[in-house]
C-alpha cells in the first residue's frame, strides 16, 4: 500500500510516569493490532523486565496500527534527559506528537524540553491530559498551564484515562484529523531513509528502524549508509506489529525496519542515512551527529576471575547500545576492570543491572566522574576521563569542564532552598519564570561534575520531593581546576586521586583524608595520609602505630632497664616506617569508590 494520505506517522511525549506506555495499551487494545490474550501485562511496549520494574521507558518502541481505513506509525519514545537524542530522532521521523499530562502533577520538566524539541521539528501538537479519573486530577489548572507556558489552545486539549480507556477514542480521531500525512521529499527516483534506533538480534544481525522519507526499501536492495560509508545488501524488510512482520517493501512515508547484515549497531548508528541512487555526491538527512558520553565510571568485577565474563557481557551489551563506550583498566586496588562511558546516571544504572542480572556478575561501580578538555601549551586540545591521564601541570594551560543547562519546576515557597543549592553548586542563575499561582520554574548553568553526585537527592530532599528537573549539555568551561591526589604513607594512590575546583580541594581532600584514616587498618608503625595538590600538600591525617607493651615483661629494677626497651621499641619502629609498605584492603577502596 503506497497511500501517503492514509498514513499518520506520531510518537507520545511525556515526563516519566504520566501515562505515556498505559495510553498506547489503549490504542494497541482499539486498533486490534494486539488481542486481548496477548496483552499478558501492562505496558506492552516495554518489553525489558528493568522498565516493567522501574515503570519507565528505556528502549523506544515503533508500531503500526490501522484504525478508520488510515495507517497509524507510532514511536513510543523515552522521557528521561539521558536518551533525549534518541528521542531528537524519533521526532525527526513523525509529522506529529501526542504531549501527555498527569492531571495531578501538571508540566514537568522534561515536557518542557520535549515539548521544545518537538516544535524545534515542526510537528503538530495533540494536548492529552491523562489520569483524570483520580481524585486529586485538577483539569482545570493543567489547562491553564499549557495555555500559558505553551500556548496551547484550551479546545485542542482531550482530557483521557489511558487505564480506564475513557476518551481514548478521540484521541485516535484527532491524530487521523490534525495531524499531516506525510510527504516525499521529491521525485528524485533516489531512495533515503533516516535510520530513528538500531538494535543487534541475535539472528538477524543489527536491525535499524527506519522512515522512508524518499523512495522505497525492498529485500535484495544494495545501498550505502551515507555517514559511516558502510555498504549493506538489504535481507529483510517489515514493519512492526508490534513484533516485527515481514513485507515485499516499504514506501515513501512508511516506518518500519531494515535487516542490514552488519554486524554492531556502531556501524548504523542513529541518524545515519541509509541511501540507494546514482548522485555522485548524495545529501545525507539532516541533524545526525555522533552520541558523546559525559559520565564516565569503572566497572569492576568483585572476582578478579570474572574479568574475561565482563568483558564478553559488555560486547553483547554494546551490540544494542552504540552509545555505551568502554576500554580496559587497571587499578591497584579493584584489579582489572573497564572505564565506561554513558550518556548519563540512569544510563549508567540501567547498564549495571543489566549486566548484573542477564549475565550473572557481580559488580563494583566507582564513583562517577565527567570527561574534561585540556588545552596544551601548545593549544592542542584533547580529552580526558580519567585524573590519572591528566599530565603534569607544565603541559597545559587550562582545563574545561561540561557545563549543563539546567531547568527545575518546583513550588514558589521552595525557591529561595532551591537557589542556595544551585549557588552551593557553582550554579549561575539565568532565569525564573512563574508557572501559575504556585509554581515556578527556575533555569541555571551548573557544572555537569557538580550534578551528577547527589545534587538530584539534596534537590528532591530541599523541595520535600516536588522538584523536577531537566538538563541540557552547552558547552566547556575553562574553570580553576586542579588534580587532588591522596598520598598513603607518601606513595601516590591513583584510583583516589580526582579533579576538583580549587576552592572545594581543601574540604574534599579533608574529607578524603578522614574518612580513610577509619577504614584503613593500623600497622606496626604510624602511617601518613595526605591530600596534595601537585607538591603541595592541604589535609593530613595520621593513623596511629599498633603500640606492643614492650615492658610488660619486667617486674622491678632500674629505671633504665624500661628506657631502653622503650628505646628500642622506637628505633625499631623508624625503621620500619622507612621500609613498611602499607597494603590498603578493597573494602578500603569500596567504601570511598562506590556510589
Not at 203 to 228: C, E, I, N, P, W
Not at 235 to 242: R, S
Not at 362 to 382: D, G, H, M, Q, R
Not at 460 to 488: C, H, P, Q, W
Request: net charge neutral.
Amino acid at each position: 500500500m503506497n497511500n501517503l494520505s492514509a498514513i499518520r506517522n506520531f510518537c507520545i511525549i511525556a515526563h516519566i510516569d504520566h501515562g505515556k506506555s498505559t495510553l498506547a495499551d489503549r490504542f494497541l487494545e482499539l486498533t486490534g493490532t494486539v488481542s486481548a490474550r496477548e496483552m499478558k501485562h501492562a505496558q506492552i511496549l516495554d518489553s525489558m523486565e528493568l522498565e516493567q520494574e522501574k515503570g519507565i521507558t528505556i528502549k523506544l518502541a515503533p508500531v503500526r496500527m490501522e484504525w478508520s481505513g488510515s495507517i497509524l506509525n507510532l514511536i513510543d519514545t523515552p522521557g528521561h534527559v539521558d536518551f533525549s537524542y534518541e528521542v531528537s530522532r524519533s521526532l525527526a521521523a513523525v509529522e506529529g506528537a501526542i504531549l501527555v499530562v498527569d492531571a495531578t502533577q501538571g508540566i514537568q520538566a522534561q515536557t518542557l524540553a520535549n515539548t521544545f524539541l518537538a516544535l524545534e521539528h515542526n510537528l503538530k501538537i495533540i494536548p492529552v491530559i491523562n489520569k483524570i479519573d483520580l481524585a486529586a486530577a485538577d483539569i482545570a489548572r493543567v489547562t491553564d498551564e499549557l495555555k500559558n507556558t505553551l500556548g496551547i489552545d484550551p479546545a485542542e486539549i482531550i482530557s483521557v484515562s489511558a487505564k480506564s480507556g475513557e476518551n481514548v477514542e478521540k484521541v485516535l480521531e484527532a491524530i487521523i484529523e490534525r495531524i499531516s500525512p506525510p510527504k516525499s521529499l521529491s521525485q528524485n527516483p533516489e531512495t533515503k531513509a533516516l535510520i530513528f534506533d538500531s538494535v543487534y538480534d541475535s539472528y538477524k544481525g543489527v536491525v535499524a528502524y527506519v522512515r522512508v522519507f524518499q523512495g522505497s526499501v525492498k529485500r535484495g536492495d544494495r545501498m550505502k549508509l551515507l555517514h559511516t560509508g558502510q555498504e549493506i545488501d538489504v535481507l529483510e524488510v517489515g514493519y512492526f506489529k508490534p513484533k516485527y512482520k515481514t513485507a515485499e517493501v516499504l514506501h515513501c512515508g512508511e516506518i518500519g525496519y531494515v535487516v542490514t547484515g552488519v554486524k554492531g549497531v556502531s556501524e548504523a548508528r542513529v541518524g545515519d542515512t541509509i541511501w540507494q541512487g546514482n548522485s555522485l555526491n548524495p545529501t545525507p538527512l539532516p541533524g545526525y551527529r555522533k552520541v558523546t558520553p559525559y559520565v564516565y565510571a569503572g566497572i569492576f568485577p568483585t572476582e578478579g576471575d570474572d574479568f574475561p565474563l565482563l568483558r564478553d557481557a559488555l560486547q553483547k551489551l554494546s551490540m544494542n547500545d552504540a552509545s555505551l563506550q568502554f576500554e580496559p583498566e587497571s587499578s591497584a586496588a579493584l584489579g582489572h576492570g573497564f572505564r565506561c562511558g554513558f550518556l548519563g546516571l540512569l544510563h549508567m544504572e540501567i547498564v549495571q543491572e543489566r549486566l548484573e542480572r542477564e549475565y550473572g556478575l557481580s559488580l563494583i561501580a566507582t564513583a562517577p566522574s565527567v570527561s574534561y578538555e585540556v588545552v596544551k601549551t601548545n593549544n592542542e586540545v584533547f580529552k580526558i576521563s580519567n585524573p590519572t591521564e591528566l599530565p603534569d601541570q607544565s603541559f597545559y594551560n587550562e582545563i574545561q569542564e561540561p557545563w549543563m543547562k539546567v531547568d527545575i519546576i518546583a513550588p514558589r515557597e521552595y525557591i529561595g532552598a532551591i537557589m542556595k543549592l544551585c549557588e552551593e553548586r557553582r550554579g549561575i542563575q539565568t532565569n525564573i519564570q512563574y508557572l501559575e499561582a504556585i509554581r515556578a520554574i527556575l533555569s541555571f548553568e551548573l557544572p555537569l561534575s557538580q550534578i551528577i553526585m547527589d545534587f538530584y537527592d539534596q534537590l528532591k530532599s530541599v523541595t520535600s520531593g516536588y522538584a523536577s528537573m531537566n538538563y541540557e549539555f552547552f558547552g566547556y568551561r575553562a574553570e580553576d581546576l586542579v588534580k587532588l591526589d591522596i598520598l598513603v604513607a607518601g606513595e601516590r594512590v591513583d584510583a583516589l586521586s580526582n579533579i576538583v575546583h580549587r576552592k572545594e580541594a581543601y574540604y574534599t581532600g579533608s574529607k578524603l583524608t578522614k574518612r580513610l584514616k577509619e577504614i584503613i587498618p593500623k600497622a606496626n608503625f604510624e602511617i601518613t595520609l595526605q591530600a596534595a595538590i601537585g607538591a603541595k600538600i592541604i589535609a593530613r591525617e595520621t593513623i596511629p602505630a599498633l603500640r606492643k607493651n614492650v615492658t610488660a615483661k619486667l617486674y622491678g629494677g632500674d629505671r633504665t632497664r624500661k628506657d631502653k626497651l622503650l628505646k628500642k621499641q622506637k628505633e625499631g619502629k623508624k625503621r620500619m616506617k622507612k621500609m613498611g609498605q602499607v597494603e590498603i584492603p578493597q573494602d578500603a577502596f569500596l567504601a570511598l569508590l562506590k556510589r
